[in-house]
């Protein structure tokens, strides 16, 4: 099942969170259509560390457009 993220960058990280910009791009190449195994390819390709230090893999992308659209269906209540 796919996740369509439509948020503005605030969700997807506090911008104080270091990990703010990866999050930013992670969903930007989402919405342009990426798949998330795509996603996770080119932040490998690009050496972007993972959220563990290593590689990015298809679950952590995942996890990151997923706990962005959590943060927007709670900030629409």
């Known amino acids: 099942m796919s996740t369509t993220v439509n ?3 605030e969700v ?3 911008e104080d ?3 703010a ?4 791009r992670i969903l ?3 919405k342009e259509g990426k798949s998330i195994r795509q996603i996770s ?3 490998k390709d690009e050496e972007v560390p993972g ?3 290593g590689w990015w893999h298809p679950t952590s992308v995942h996890r990151v457009i997923q706990r962005a659209a959590e943060a927007a ?3 629409k209540k």
């Open 28 to 30: 930007a190449m989402h």
């Open 12 to 14: 997807a990280s506090r």
């Open 51 to 53: 959220p563990q230090g």
């Open 21 to 24: 910009p990866i999050h930013r």
């Open 7 to 9: 948020t503005t960058t």
């Open 41 to 43: 390819e080119i932040l």
């Open 73 to 75: 269906a709670k900030k």
């Open 17 to 19: 969170d270091p990990r």
